[in-house]
């Protein structure tokens, strides 16, 4: 069993930054952040492979970047211009070996106030 540790979020005004960090205790092959913005599903927000490849929701894009998991298992979602949209509890995610265990986070809140 692999844990996850979440870090960051917090209360931030639009247009502000944030930095999650997520810390797994095991090997794992792709990492990521999903989110739950109130009254909504779980959605993708970036994830990355341990080939660093990169995927990103739409509303993610030019905003957020994703890094990490190549030579530990950590990872990083550097989040910018931050909007109230992006108001959700955040969910660090992995895979492990074949993509077949996969892990969740406790998760994280982030506020971002107009």
């Known amino acids: 069993q692999v844990h996850l540790v979440e870090s960051g979020g917090g209360f931030v005004q639009a247009g502000g930054s944030l930095r999650l960090s997520c810390a797994a205790s095991?090997?794992?092959?792709?990492m990521g952040w999903y989110r739950r913005a109130p009254g909504k599903q779980r959605e993708l927000v970036a994830d990355?492979?341990?080939?660093?490849?990169?995927t990103y929701a739409d509303s993610a894009k030019g905003r957020f970047t994703i890094s990490g998991l190549n030579t530990e298992n950590t990872v990083t979602l550097q989040m910018t211009s931050l909007k109230p949209e992006d108001t959700a509890v955040y969910y660090c995610?992995?895979?492990?070996?074949?993509?077949?265990?996969?892990?969740w986070g406790q998760g994280t809140q982030v506020t971002v106030s107009s």
């Open positions: 990355i492979t341990s080939g660093a490849i990169t």
């Open positions: 995610h992995a895979y492990g070996l074949g993509y077949v265990a996969r892990y």
């Open positions: 095991g090997r794992v092959y792709r």
